[in-house]
């Protein structure tokens, strides 16, 4: 268990239960109105399915085509706050979407489509830095896109609508900083600190929380935001709160640079939509969105999943996926309200359920929601509780998270450039190159500064980690200032080294040493750290050898 913040005791006005993106944007507005609150995260912050995502900050285009008028328009909003509040890890991305004279809708109606998205986001210029404002949409010609996007089939291929959405550069990095932002403002935050029961007084109130099977936190108000372990994560007490939630696994490939610089929005002869998304030099393709039952602690890429990407891509292909093309997947699970539909076209906006009426009160559960909406779900949550608890609850203060910086960000530039200019000219004495300065500038915000004075001091964490753009400091600063406690935190959620493709041995080995000293790891607890590391890679590559074995049934 490592706190960011702290100390940790006494009572707590708001104990929120999963550090996902959705317990994160709760606890920032609940710390932001002057609640002292406390934070339990059972892995590590943002591991769950907020490390899953197609790093779309977006308004949701394709749920238009469900009338879900609500979502895109909320979905557009936060897109623009939350580029606003981190221009360095949130910019535009431009996708393609692609028309055939085989497939409805057609071109026209995409057209349409699009137009009305881009007339609901009409202020998503408004106060964004110069260099990275969104173009207008316009059509792509078929000769022009097959140059744009060499592996795409011409077979009944129309053109694409060249329009505009935002990247989550760095999910893992941005949720971090979302969290720094809670701490600064007061709050606490505890990783490897499971949630194993509820703490309830006489008449049967939730007061609070025990952690880890014997630790035990006061709160006035719990909120539970599991994500797809809503339930599970109050135990016994599930049914008693009639917590549903529908779970809908998502898997990616990761693979080589298949070449396209913008996002294509993929239609299979199979029905399926899928994303193929340049990505740090390597192209997402995904996600599946197949409904799952059983615990989330199970999903795992399958052979059907990898299959089921497969078909949908090379139906739309000049040439067929090969094995040599993907380096790993990614799996998530996406905790949806049940609206009864499908999982593919179930609303994405969020719940927030008072278990009061229930006999469970003081305790609150959220379900659904997106990446980008966690912002909203945040406020909402706060104002949900602090009107139903305003006799319990100290007086707060006002907190608008709509036009704030995160704490780390660059603040008032004109361009992101200039900030990144700016940037990469401090802390001169760290002999590093200008690349990796930026680098680092987009990582961390202002506080590259302090990672730049580790390599002042300790010249040899300037070492760069093999496949990434990486250096040792970033393994320093994870132990010292980021709460990570196991190798795992620091590869996949602290660098980025972990999040592009396998991880090479020698890479793991390098950072576990560098480490190992900080948290304690005898030689015995590091090599475990690493072969535990090494071993889910090689699962993940023996279902993919599976799929893409000769006679393998697609
Ligand atoms: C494949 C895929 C692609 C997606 N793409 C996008 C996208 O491009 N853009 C977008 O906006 N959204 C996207 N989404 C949706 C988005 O990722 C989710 O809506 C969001 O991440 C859910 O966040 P969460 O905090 O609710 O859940 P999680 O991130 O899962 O967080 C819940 C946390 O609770 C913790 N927890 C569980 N039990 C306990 C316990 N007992 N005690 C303490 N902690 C506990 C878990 O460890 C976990 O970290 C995608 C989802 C998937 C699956």
Partial sequence: MSVLGGPVGGHYDVAVIGGGISGVQIARHAAGRGLRTVLLERNDFGAGTSAATTKAIHGGLRYLEQYDFRVVAESVSERRYLGLAAPHLVQPRSFLLTAYDWSAPRAPVLGAGVALYEAMAWRRNAGVPKDIRSPRFRWIGKKALLTQVPWLSPDGLTGAWRHDDTLNIHPERLLLAILKSYVADGGTALNHAEVTGLLRDDAGAVRGVRVNGHRDIAATVTVNA?????????????????????????????????GNR????????????????????????????????????????????????????????????????????????????????????????????????????????????????????????????????????????????????????????????????????????????????????????????????????????????????????????????EAAETLQDVLDRRMTVGTLGLVRETAARLVAATVAPLLGWEAERRDAEVAGYLGLQAAETAVLDEAFAPGSSR
């Fill in 226 to 258: 599991a994500g797809p372990w809503v339930a599970s994560a109050l135990g016994d007490l599930a049914t008693t709160a009639g917590v549903r939630v529908r779970q809908a696994k998502g898997v990616h490939l990761v693979t080589r640079d298949l």
């Fill in 262 to 481: 913008d996002g294509v929005f993929v239609r299979g002869r199979n029905g399926r939509h899928i994303v193929v998304n340049p990505w740090q030099g390597k192209t997402l393709v995904g996600p599946t969105d197949t409904p799952m039952s059983g615990s989330a602690d199970e999903a795992a890429t399958e052979v059907e999943d990898i299959n089921l990407l497969r078909e949908t891509l090379d139906s739309v292909s000049a040439t067929p996926l090969v094995r040599e093309d993907v380096e790993s997947t990614i799996v998530g699970v996406r905790p949806l309200i049940d609206d009864g539909s499908d999982t593919y076209t179930s609303s994405r906006r969020f719940e927030i359920r008072d278990h009061a009426p229930t006999g469970l009160p003081g305790l609150y559960s959220v379900t659904g929601g997106k990446w980008t909406t966690g912002r909203a779900m945040g406020q909402k949550v706060t104002d949900t509780l602090i009107r139903a608890h305003r006799g319990s609850l100290p007086p707060t203060r006002d907190f608008d998270s709509r036009h704030l910086d995160l704490s780390t960000s660059f603040g008032d530039y004109d361009t992101v450039t200039a900030a990144f200019e700016a940037a990469a000219a401090r802390v001169p004495s760290a002999d590093l190159p200008r690349d990796t300065r930026i680098h680092l500038a987009r990582l961390y915000g202002t506080e590259h500064e302090a990672v730049l004075r580790l390599v002042v001091e300790d010249p040899r964490l300037a070492t760069p980690v093999p496949g990434s753009s990486d250096i040792l400091a970033q393994a320093v600063y994870a132990v010292t200032h």
